[in-house]
């Protein structure tokens, strides 16, 4: 056989071991390695040595080991035999891989059984040269990548439906994402395979699942499954929708009503509080009117000459007049008169303490009243007839106590009628002062004028019955 004088690659490019099929050199051969690649004599099964990317003129210098092997002489020309295996080290990528088999797994959310396939791309390089010609190689002329990946099928298919087997144990995982998590099921499935690959010399690059799949009748029940999941959330979601809206109306409807009954209890406060100050305000309008009703009769008694006390013994003087006794019985007239004049003024005695002073000064006309023989200086008063009460006892007034003497001719005093009562508030009984015209506690209007009972005694405000004769109060 003719000895080669220039030594290089011959294969394709999907071809990462390739023998040469020359076996004859000199040691002035040249020897040519490209990028990406390596070179490796072979002497009877035994590795010598190794070249790299560059061009080499064969000599014992640069073949140290095989030199050593065959003893090659030095200097000149010398013929030997060996094996040379040209190793690509470049990439071989896009190289498809797929399960053999289906993997049999239970979907905790379906409550199914399915069985999952998968398969994607991949590629390879040689990461050991050695490895690779020692565990793979061996005596064949070549080695592809699509025969080295025939070597490690079976182990890609395995680990990836183990993998996948143990993702869909996890109770929250279910068939429909799977896909979401292709990316990190590649990247865990790739450094399971890297730690077998490892051992041969080859690397794996990069491994990519593409679509993970069950049989169309499987996909078909997860579909219904799914629906039936959708329909029973939406049914949920509805029902705690409508639960939500109700406690929502329920809590509005609440509101509302709190909202109403403050609003009608404070609407009810303006309201007291408005009667009250219209009340009050009616009052005072009311205590007012009588106030200038009063004022207005004082300066028309003041006018006309005489004032309320003249007003009151000319009323008695009137009643006594108008009685039928004096036509009759002039003499008993004459009798009675002094006691009315005497009554007019132990009226005017215990009225003037609780009246204003616009109705308790002395009688203008009337004088300060008279009793039986007392001074006459009032041109109403009836002038001294001898011998006219001769003979006349005076009536005996039952209020009045009975005089010291026994003598009927001693002037008569004048009675002495107690203080008046203080008055009291004939609503609460509060006790008020003498000029006031409403209790300070209730509001109550309170009456000045007094009531005077037919005996003479002034009846107090809490009074119904007079304490001296029984008679009921005027109203």
């Given at each position: 056989m003719a000895l080669l004088d220039v030594l290089e690659y011959e294969g394709g490019n999907d071809i990462l071991v390739y023998r040469a099929p020359q076996t004859d050199f000199n040691t002035h051969s040249t020897l040519v390695v490209r990028e990406s690649q390596e070179a490796i004599f072979f002497r009877d099964g035994k590795m010598l040595d190794i070249f790299g990317p560059g061009r080499y003129v064969l000599h014992t210098g640069n073949i140290p080991l095989l030199s050593k092997l065959i003893n090659l002489p030095s200097g000149g020309v010398s013929p030997f035999q060996c094996e040379v295996y040209f190793v690509n080290r470049a990439l071989a990528l896009n190289h498809k891989w797929g399960t053999s088999?289906?993997?049999r797994v239970y979907d905790h959310t379906y409550d199914l059984i399915l069985t999952i396939g998968a398969n994607g791309t991949m590629g390879i390089r040689i990461a050991d040269p050695r490895k690779v010609l020692l565990s793979i190689v061996g005596t064949e002329p070549q080695l592809t990548a699509e025969q080295c990946l025939e070597y490690f099928r079976e182990n890609i298919s395995m680990k990836v439906k183990e993998y996948i087997a143990q993702a869909m144990r996890q109770p929250d995982m279910d068939f429909m994402v799977?896909?979401?998590?292709?990316?990190?099921?590649?990247?865990?499935v790739k450094e399971l395979l890297n730690e077998e690959f490892a051992d041969v010399g080859v690397e794996i690059y990069n491994f990519l699942i593409n679509n993970i799949h069950v049989p169309e009748e499987q996909y078909e029940a997860v579909m219904v499954m799914q629906q039936k999941r959708h329909y029973q959330r939406q049914k949920e979601f509805d029902m705690r929708g409508d639960l939500q809206l109700q406690m929502l109306k329920s809590q509005g409807d609440r509101a509302t009503l709190k909202v109403d009954a403050e609003g009608e209890a404070e609407r009810r406060k303006i309201q007291a509080v408005t009667d009250a100050e219209i009340a009050n305000m009616q009052i005072d309008l009311d205590a007012r009117r009588v106030e200038r009703m009063g004022d207005a009769a004082a300066h028309a008694r003041q006018v006309q000459g005489y004032n309320w006390a003249d007003e009151q013994q000319a009323d008695v003087?009137?009643?006594?007049?108008?009685?039928?006794?004096?036509?009759?019985?002039?003499?008993?007239?004459?009798a009675q008169a002094p006691m009315a004049m005497a009554f007019g003024d132990m009226l005017r005695d215990n009225i003037e303490p609780v009246m204003t002073p616009n109705y308790s000064n002395p009688g203008i006309n009337f004088g300060n009243g008279f009793g039986v023989g007392q001074a006459q200086t009032s041109p109403f008063a009836m002038p001294e007839v001898p011998g006219a009460m001769d003979g006349v006892e005076p009536l005996a007034d039952p209020a009045t106590p009975a005089p010291e003497t026994s003598d009927p001719l001693q002037p008569r005093q004048p009675a002495q009628t107690p203080p008046a009562p203080e008055p009291t508030c004939p609503m609460c009984g509060t006790k008020v002062s003498m000029t006031a015209k409403f209790c300070p506690m209730c509001g109550t209007k309170i009456q000045q004028e007094p009531v005077v009972c037919q005996c003479?005694?002034?009846?107090?405000?809490?009074?119904?019955?007079?304490p001296e004769c029984g008679s009921p109060k005027a109203k």
């Open positions: 088999s289906q993997a799977l896909d979401t998590q292709l990316t990190e099921f590649s990247q865990k003087a009137k009643t006594y007049a108008a009685s039928g006794t004096p036509q009759n019985n002039p003499a008993s007239f004459l003479g005694h002034i009846f107090a405000a809490n009074e119904k019955f007079c």
